[in-house]
């Protein structure tokens, strides 16, 4: 789904840039949880943001926001990662650790630190801020090219899974795919979001329902170890390109909040 990450990339860019006030950021990231809170993870982060560190005190998203604008953020970056694409992590250490144990993360461009939202109770998430090993940088993803990905991929694993006779039409697909949907988050975007970097990200989420139900379709455990490896295989290519239109539509929507707060210097 969506994550997290993506909701204060985007928001907070606009904030930044002079797009959304600081409540509409504080507001978007309760999408995700009721309470959020920001601790640091080495001393570095801790004095450059004015942070405690993990296990002591936490600090509030207000205090996160004021140390954005005090560094002089301006542009922040989504980056999922994976187990064999690490890209915008900015080498390895705690924070490419956290990012791929959690899947997600926002680095601060520039600055030379990055943020891991994770769940630590119910109805509380903790941001960690972390220092960078070694600079980062994402190489940038034009949304037409991530958007043709997109739909490359949909062709090619269609194909496949039709050619591994594993793509069933069993009873009850399309409520299936409506509920996995409903359970997402309804997340909200800033006034100002290019409208196609929305309907990119908004394909990406339903093709990402239809890959959790195609995986799930082994009723009773019908299908053999290696017919299920088969479908995990085509199945790749579709969830990278997944992942792939949902960090460029973010990192779009991110890009023209920046130019738009450029032009208003």
Excluded: K
Aim: with cysteine; charged share 20%; net charge negative.
């Amino acid at each position: 789904m969506c994550r997290p990450s993506a909701t204060l990339a985007v928001w907070s860019s606009a904030w930044l840039n002079g797009a959304a006030a600081s409540d509409d950021v504080l507001d978007a990231l309760q999408d995700w949880a009721e309470a959020h809170d920001v601790v640091a993870a080495d001393p570095a982060a801790a004095d450059a943001f004015d942070l405690p560190l993990a296990f002591h005190r936490a600090a509030t998203p207000v205090q996160l926001l004021l140390a954005l604008r005090a560094q002089g953020a301006v542009s922040v970056q989504l980056v999922l990662p994976v187990p064999g694409d690490v890209r915008g992590l900015g080498g390895g250490g705690p924070f490419a650790e956290a990012a791929l144990r959690c899947g997600e993360a926002v680095v601060l461009t520039g600055l030379g630190f990055g943020l891991v939202p994770e769940s630590i109770a119910e109805g509380l998430m903790r941001w960690t801020v972390y220092s960078l090993a070694a600079p980062a940088s994402l190489e940038y993803q034009p949304l037409p090219d991530a958007e043709h990905g997109l739909t490359d991929a949909i062709r090619a694993s269609a194909g496949a899974l039709q050619a591994l006779d594993v793509a069933s039409d069993r009873p009850g697909v399309r409520a299936e795919l409506s509920a996995h949907l409903r359970a997402r988050p309804q997340v909200e975007w800033p006034a100002g979001t290019p409208g196609r970097a929305l309907r990119v990200l908004q394909r990406a989420e339903e093709i990402s329902a239809i890959l959790a139900v195609a995986q799930a379709d082994d009723p009773g455990g019908a299908l053999s170890a290696s017919a299920v490896n088969r479908r995990a295989e085509a199945l790749r290519p579709l969830a990278e390109a997944v992942r792939g239109a949902r960090t460029a539509s973010v990192n779009e929507a991110v890009r023209v909040f920046a130019e738009q707060g450029d032009r208003q210097v």
